[in-house]
């Protein structure tokens, strides 16, 4: 905890006064610490500062010393974020609350996260902290995890500014036959204002958000490069002009809220990912209470709890088996394509398929301590960690909106002064602020981290962070310790083999036979292939493995549709 000039810092791992004497010359070689106090009893340190530090330096010491300064995580979700320079904005605002030791924003999923010193940095004093600076802030933990988040702009907001814009932009198409087809102006205004400002709103609310903040963002670019050519265009219009700059600002307004959507879609169908990984989990599990057997909410299983498994059904939570055996899918967890057997003694992870056996189990985690909950949490802190070329794209970010500001500045006084056409100097500082406008710098980077390990983990590939991700770009050759997992996990029947004497069909008959009221893969590969060979009208003539012999891949009803067959089946379709 701290206050304006002193900072009260939890250390662990003391147990007597030389480690408070070693800790305290430890914190006094810390630049801005003018005093220490440490307290070997209350197990903290209290440091008199001559000006603001940083509680990540403090921290940094005491660990050099040998010891543990206490850390808590806080995840927050954030709304309102457009472009990279927001993301500065609100992790500045984040190490600003005293306590914090680090904050990472991503932009892609909206989300923070904070570490700070135990017992400072309340949750409150985060989202504060957030809400000042210009954005809406929640817990995250607390939040509706249910409740997708809305898309920027609906898509039917989408579609009525390129229904407004398109009359703007097609009648231009005109001029390369050398025709004028452009609207009156009267109409150019009418369908242009609406983009501008009842479509665009969200460019004004967020850019004087930021503006009221002390900085800028690209929604601050796109108002006011819009509205720049709006203007223009209402006093050229004034002055009985005919060349307009309406349609300017409502393509930049249309392509803008079009790149809003599509970048909203994405992040949507990519965080499906980890939603199909919690829909592992069964909501109810069947709960053994004293010989009666109940169907209770997964939330209040508790360690110890006796469950009751049918074949078929996941597994409610990783738990031991007590009695049964049974096979188990755990291609979710393992990337293992067949079951695996398991008996009594063994443990076995939630979300995975039981087989053919009935189990009693009991249960040894639950909730956040489960293994399919820890993987859940590896995708999501995947997801909002950065990678190192991230890290230097929000860099130079930070500086791009008052740089593009700038430089339309100067290209509008230097072009005034320069030629004298004030309407000219406009627009080419107008076409400055356009073209910096969408921030593709800034949230390409993290959306398409995000992308790529949503895709990932929907193919069954779990990246561990955005950084391993980023290394795999010199990856040249990948060696994987099982065919296991790169296989579809449904085997199916390739040859049949018969002894000497006898057919492959009868062959096949017999192991579909004894086989039969099994539910192993293999066993249900043998059933379909027994099937599909009954399915076929017998060969008289053995032509068909005649064929088979000559390289006939595929045996059809119809001989004429024989895949490579060198000539049609006559007996056979005769038969």
Known sequence: MTQDNSLTLPIEGMTCASCSARVERALQRVPGVSGVGVNLASECADLALSSPVSATLPSQAVQRAGYEVPQTQA????????????????EKALKAVPGVLEASVNLATGNAHVSRLAGAATTGALLQAVRKAG????????????????????????????????????PMLGTAVGRHWMLPAGWQFMLAAPVQFWLGWRFYRAGWKALRAGSGNMDLLVALGTSAAFGLSLVLFARGETHLYFESAAVVITLVLFGKWLEARAKKRTLAALDALRALWPQTAQRLRDGQEATVPLAELQLGDLLRVRPGERIPTDSLIVEGASHLDESMLTGESLPVPREAGDKVSGG??????????RVRAVGAETQLAR????????QANKAPIQQLVDRVSAVFVPVVMAAALLTLLAWGFGSGDW????????????VACPCALGL????????????????????RDAQALEQMRAVRLVAFDKTGTLTEGKPRLQAVEPAPGQSA???????????????????????????AAASKPACRAGCCAWAARAGVTKLARRPSRCTRAPRPCRRRAAA
């Open 423 to 434: 309407a000219a100097a406009t627009l080419h500082a107008v076409s400055v602020l356009v």
């Open 135 to 170: 954005y809406e802030a929640a817990d995250a933990t607390q939040a509706d995890a249910a409740a997708p988040r809305p898309l920027h702009d609906p898509g039917w907001k989408v579609a009525l500014a390129v229904a407004l814009s398109a009359p703007l932009v097609l």
């Open 352 to 361: 995975s398929i039981n087989g053919e056996g009935l189990l009693l189990l």
């Open 375 to 382: 993987i859940v949490r590896l995708v999501e802190s995947a």
């Open 75 to 90: 995840d927050l979700r954030i709304d309102g974020m457009t472009c990279a320079s927001c993301v500065g904005r609100v």
């Open 505 to 531: 069909d009868t062959v096949l008959a017999l192991a579909a036979a004894l086989q039969h009221g099994s539910e192993h893969p293999l066993a249900r590969a043998v059933h379909q292939a027994a099937a």
């Open 444 to 463: 390409a980077t993290p959306a398409t981290f995000m992308v790529g390990t949503g895709l990932a983990a929907r193919r069954g590939i779990l990246v």
